[in-house]
């Protein structure tokens, strides 16, 4: 892709969902890294526990700031369209990560520093969601916070006919 496809791209209502998504996803990644290494290094928590209490308080934060910034959804979300569907993402990504940390967690569990633990831990973490991140942002856009026919008024969607 040339240097001027690519402005375009970043233009594009994609490319700025694309981003927004990214900086979602810096938001989420400090919450959710912040809380296992905190839960790893100074409660000295073992194997796949800090990956799923990590995952549950950084999805909050993930969940509203995707939804109404990222894809700029107002009013009430959806709760089978939206938060069910987002939730079952965030656990799919956990139980990926929990698997993914307690092998990191075993490798160096008999490591006599928590603080090495926690840094094998925490990449271990961020590698696993790494992973999923690109899939979960093709869902979100064509899927989970697509705009449907039932959320847009008659006038705009086509059923109301032509403005007389």
């Known amino acids: 892709m040339s240097a001027r496809g690519l402005v375009s791209y970043a233009k594009s209502p994609t490319g700025v969902r694309l981003f927004k998504y990214s900086m979602v996803s810096v938001v989420s990644v400090v919450v959710s890294e912040t809380t296992l290494i905190a839960l790893v290094a100074l409660f000295h928590w073992n194997g796949a526990g800090p990956p ?17 910034w990222a894809w700029g959804a107002s009013g009430k979300s959806h709760f089978w369209r ?12 956990l139980a990926f990560s929990a698997v993914t940390v307690a ?5 160096v569990r008999h490591s006599s520093h928590a603080r090495h633990r926690a840094i094998v831990d925490a990449f271990a973490y961020l ?8 899939g979960k942002f093709v869902i979100f856009n064509k899927v989970l916070f697509a705009h449907h026919l039932d959320d847009l008024p008659e006038a705009l969607d086509g059923r109301a006919g032509l403005p007389t």
């Open 52 to 68: 799923v209490v990590a995952t549950c308080i950084g999805t909050i934060p993930s969940y509203e700031l995707n939804r109404k």
């Open 82 to 93: 939206e938060v069910v569907p987002f939730w079952v993402l965030a656990f799919i990504g």
């Open 103 to 107: 092998i990191a967690d075993h490798w």
């Open 127 to 134: 590698a696993a969601f790494g992973v999923l991140w690109l």
